[in-house]
Structure formats: C-alpha cells, structure tokens
C-alpha cells in the first residue's frame, strides 16, 4: 500500500461523545439524541444523493439533529441548537488515533468524509492532527455522498495513487461496503462488534482498532 485513506467520524473521531453535550442541553436525553441524531444525518446523506437534492453537511447535520429533537417532543432555541451542532467541530479522537498516526508516519495519508471542507479542517486543527494529513478531502466539490463510487475517486485524484496501492479505513459498514465496490483494499474498522453488512461485500481486514489494523496490515 503506497497510501491510506480515512473515514473521519466513528473512525477517527468519536461521534458518540456528543452525547455529554446533548445531555447539558437536554437532561437525560443525551444517549437517545445522540443515537438518533447520527442514524438521521447517515440516513439524510443517502436520501438526498438519491433525490440529487444535495446540501452540504453542515445543514444535513442541522436538519438530523432537528428531527431528533423534535421526535422527542423537546423545546429548543437557536442558542441551544448551535451549542450542540458545535460539538462536531471539537469531537475527540479514539484513544488509538494518535499512535496509528505516528506509526504510519512513513505513508501517505488522507481523510475522505461527507463533512464539509470547513468542519472537517476545524476538526482536525482542533485535535492537533493537521500535519499529520497530506489531504483532507470533502464530498463537497462534488454534491453528493458516499457511498457514490465518484466520492472515492476524489481520494484516487488528490494522491496520484492507483486505487488498488490504497487502503481505505473506515468503521461504517455501509462506506466499507462502498470503498471495497470501487475497489479499494479495505479495512474494516470494527469498533463496537458489530455484524457485517449483508451486501455480498466483505473487508480485506476486520479489526476492533488501528493498532490491530496496522498489526496485520503491515507488519
């Protein structure tokens, strides 16, 4: 592998830590708003590539976390709303991240995601990661999500690899299932054991993290 690609949120970054945000927000809520909010903003991603009715993430990101509010008959204000969507500027990364980083150091690396190019620069920036990328790429340019096989190709493009010489990671089973179609060697990044999705599609590599991943992928 000449170069590795990540997914960003659930891969790198912690999505489920919006929760304790959520939580302040709304008392005893966080968890259900939290699970809801994610399963919406995927869900919204695929509909409106489908639909070709694109908006960029930052609003689908909106627009999910409304519905999550609203299907659980909460009251809210702007204040409150921007509080919670700001979350996903500063969300943590996995505990692993930054070792993986450092031991992959020797590569070529990228973040391919469906946020915006200015959410997912502040959110690198804010983890102190940027120097460790040599591309963050956005669906943005674009209009449309993954996992479109044209999303992929971004990655293809920006690092002048052929598809085959790159490793895509990733912990949605869904983008998973996507990258491998496009052609990617893939590693599934297995966090919470979930169960593969039924697509015909399998993982050149499943593992419960990166350091697992790096184990078996490169030495």
Not at 24 to 30: A, E, H, R, S, V
Not at 118 to 123: D, N, P, Q, S
Not at 203 to 219: G, K, S, T, W
Request: hydrophobic content about 45%.
């Amino acid at each position: 592998m000449k170069a590795i690609v990540f997914d960003a949120y659930g891969t790198l970054f912690d999505v489920t830590s919006v929760a304790e945000v959520c939580d302040k927000q709304f008392p005893g809520y966080g968890q259900q708003i939290s699970e809801m909010w994610r399963q919406k903003q995927l869900e919204y991603t695929w509909l409106r590539a489908l639909m070709r009715r694109y908006e960029d993430f930052a609003a689908v990101n909106r627009g999910a976390l409304q519905y999550a509010l609203h299907q659980l008959n909460l009251w809210y204000d702007n204040e409150m709303l921007n509080t919670v969507l700001a979350s996903y500027l500063t969300l943590p990364t996995f505990p692993d991240v930054p070792q993986a980083l450092h031991a992959l150091r020797t590569h070529r690396l990228a973040i391919l995601s469906n946020g915006t190019q200015g959410m997912l620069e502040a959110l690198v920036r804010n983890a102190g990661l940027l120097w460790n990328f040599d591309h963050v790429l956005s669906v943005d340019p674009l209009k449309t999500y993954k996992p479109d096989p044209r999303v992929y190709q971004l990655a293809v493009n920006a690092l002048g690899v052929a598809k085959e010489r790159i490793l895509f990671i990733s912990s949605n089973g869904w983008d998973v299932a996507g990258a491998k179609s496009f052609g990617f060697t893939v590693g599934w990044l297995n966090r919470r054991g979930k169960v593969a999705e039924e697509l015909g599609i399998r993982p050149d590599y499943e593992v419960a993290n990166l350091l697992e991943l790096i184990e078996r992928a490169f030495r």
